[in-house]
C-alpha cells in the first residue's frame, strides 16, 4: 500500500507559476513510476506526466511539453510538478498517482495508488 498526499495548489493569473508537491510513504519509492493527472470539471481525467522510479525518464502530454516539469526525489519520497506559464485551460485538480512498476507508462489505468489531490485555478 502506498498513501500519496499532494500539496502546493492555489489560485493564480495567468502567465504564473505554481510548484506542486506530492509526499509518498509506505512503500520504496523507487519501485514506483509516478504520474501527474489532472481533472476539470466536466471533463476527464488526462495525464500531464510522468516519471520512472529513477527519474530518469520522463514523459509530458503534448498540452504542458515546454511549461511543465516533473521530477522526483527519491531521498524524501516526493515528486514534484513544475508548471509555468500558467493558463486558464490548466485550470483543474492535480493529482499525483504511482504506478506498481518503476517503468513509466502514460496509461491512466495502470496506476494503482492516487492522491486526494490539490485545486490549481489560473484566472486570466
Known amino acids: 500500500q502506498v498513501q500519496l498526499a499532494e500539496s502546493g495548489g492555489g489560485m493564480v493569473q495567468t502567465g504564473d507559476s505554481l510548484r506542486l508537491s506530492c509526499v509518498a510513504s509506505g512503500r520504496t519509492f523507487s519501485d514506483y513510476a509516478m504520474g501527474w493527472f489532472r481533472q476539470a470539471p466536466g471533463k476527464e481525467r488526462e495525464l500531464v506526466a510522468t516519471i520512472s522510479g529513477g527519474g530518469y525518464s520522463d514523459y509530458y502530454a503534448y498540452f504542458v511539453r515546454g511549461r511543465f516539469t516533473i521530477t522526483r526525489d527519491n531521498a524524501k519520497n516526493t515528486v514534484y510538478l513544475q508548471m509555468n506559464s500558467l493558463t486558464p485551460e490548466d485550470t483543474a485538480v492535480y493529482s499525483c498517482?504511482?504506478?506498481?512498476?518503476?517503468?513509466?507508462?502514460?496509461?491512466?489505468?495502470?496506476?494503482?495508488?492516487w492522491g486526494r489531490g490539490t485545486q490549481v485555478t489560473v484566472s486570466s
Open positions: 498517482a504511482a504506478r506498481p512498476s518503476p517503468i513509466l507508462s502514460d496509461r491512466v489505468r495502470e496506476f494503482t495508488y
